[in-house]
Nanobody, 114 residues
Framework: QVQLVESGGGMVQPGESLRLSCVVS????????MGWYRQAPGKQRDLIAR???????YLVDSVKERFTISRDNANNTVYLQMSNLKSEDTAIYYC????????WGQGTQVVVSS
């Protein structure tokens, strides 16, 4: 059974950086388009970044100047490098396919606060 395990979150101050990782167990990772989603308190879960199976990346406007998504197919891992974090980036971050087809993991919490 495929599992998603996110890590790398934490509590940081505005302007700081974090790198999130998501390891996908099972086979087939290299064929998936993968995405990072986030869910802020009281809001729906939204897709903010995606990387295609061949490595092309797309990010929403609110993060595209600050975040980078990448993947390592040899290690079944997708990354989200986050820089210049803002309070509005506070959320639980999840990875999944595009569209989401795998069971959701527990996510990793990011809190940006001074």
């Amino acid at each position: 059974q495929v599992q998603l395990v996110e890590s790398g979150g934490g509590m940081v101050q505005p302007g700081e950086s974090l790198r999130l990782s998501c390891v996908v167990s099972g086979s087939g990772f290299s064929t998936y388009d993968m995405g990072w989603y986030r869910q802020a308190p009281g809001k729906q879960r939204d897709l903010i970044a995606r990387v295609t199976s061949d490595g092309r990346s797309y990010l929403v406007d609110s993060v595209k100047e600050r975040f980078t998504i990448s993947r390592d197919n040899a290690n079944n891992t997708v990354y989200l490098q986050m820089s210049n974090l803002k309070s509005e980036d506070t959320a639980i971050y999840y990875c999944n396919t595009i569209p989401p087809r795998l069971p959701w993991g527990q996510g990793t919490q990011v809190v940006v606060s001074s």
